[in-house]
């Protein structure tokens, strides 16, 4: 097998810029790079990772946490923050928290107890304060799909406000004002944030909120079916229906459809993140754009320029919601 002294040998540099190039250092020109990797191929040289780890204090892992492995939602984050980790040669360790706060913060003590060089954590259950802690210790934390008060540089966030607010103008800007809405649990900030965004284009268009017109439901199918039921169950009338995500708002429509009504003639639906299935379902439903595989991938590159220096970076950390047109809302 070849060592490291053969390749700095053929290459012609030294032992020290071999171990850079090996562990992806920003420090070494293009050239120089390229003429190590020619010699490691030609050589068939493959550095000992755990060799790397000892030498740099880096074991070139990034711990990530989400509340679901499931769902196309979490899906699309966690591609965008493996694949952009995994182009700059960095591995990830994933474990969940079901949003529960013990399940959270025990997923990331496994990540720290793992000796990840960073973590990204989506938890929806513990406490600002435990994050803000959090983040003041030995290894760097940031937090996805959260905004945090007073530690606004370990975040990567969505307005979601904006965004609540964007789906209940969009119908009513079809001529819309009996609106239902069905609402994620409200422990969550996101889900609280996209309720009071609805409840903003209500007021801002003089059409009352009215609490018959809520359903808490969860973000999950079932809630969307549970939360149609109970409106049809209650006799509430309504034309559309706002739903806080788009696995509600398939369970919404599913329901809607065994109920014989037909969409989106006798009730329209818009969801919210624009997940894959949104461009699916029947009929293809309009929704809110939440750029998850993007913000991703954005957590991966904060990740990347302040642990591993790679400075010449660009970072967005708020991003914008918008309006997806389809085929659910019909003008009333």
Request: proline share 3%; hydrophobic share 40%; aromatic share 6%.
């Amino acid at each position: 097998m070849a060592t490291i002294y053969e390749v700095s040998k053929l290459a012609g540099v030294s032992l020290a810029t071999v171990s850079r190039v090996t562990s992806n250092n920003a420090l070494v020109s293009d050239k120089t790079r390229q003429k190590v990797m020619d010699a490691m191929e030609q050589l068939g040289y493959r550095p000992n990772s755990i060799a790397q780890s000892l030498a740099s204090r880096r074991t070139n892992s990034v711990g990530i946490l989400v509340s679901e492995l499931h769902g196309p939602f979490f899906g699309q984050m966690m591609a965008g923050i493996e694949t952009e980790l995994r182009l700059a040669g960095k591995h990830v360790i994933i474990t969940t928290g079901h949003s529960e706060e013990d399940k959270e913060k025990d997923g990331i003590e496994f990540l720290k107890s793992r000796n990840c060089d960073a973590l990204i954590v989506h938890v929806e259950a513990v406490s600002d304060e435990y994050l803000v802690d959090l983040c003041q210790g030995d290894i760097p934390v940031y937090i996805m799909s959260r905004l945090v008060s007073g530690i606004e540089q370990n975040c990567i966030s969505l307005d979601n406000e904006l965004g609540g607010y964007l789906a209940t103008k969009a119908v009513i800007d079809q001529g819309h004002s009996d609106i239902a809405y069905i609402a994620g649990q409200q422990f969550k900030a996101d889900a609280r944030n996209r309720l009071s965004g609805h409840k903003r284009a209500l007021a801002e268009n003089n059409i009352p909120f009215k609490e018959s017109l809520v359903y808490m439901g969860d973000f999950k199918e079932t809630g969307g079916s549970e939360g149609l039921k109970h409106f049809v169950d209650n006799k509430q009338s309504f034309t559309a229906l706002v739903c806080a995500n788009d696995e509600i708002a398939s369970g919404a429509m599913t329901y809607a459809r065994e109920l014989g009504f037909d969409l989106p003639k006798d009730l329209s639906i818009i969801g919210f993140d624009n997940v894959i299935l949104a461009r699916y379902i029947y009929p293809k439903l309009t929704t809110i754009d939440n750029p998850v595989n993007e913000m991703g991938q954005m957590a991966a590159k904060l990740v990347l320029k302040n642990v591993y220096q790679q400075d010449k970076l660009q970072i967005q950390q708020t991003f914008q919601p918008g309006l997806i047109t389809r085929d659910s809302v019909l003008p009333r």
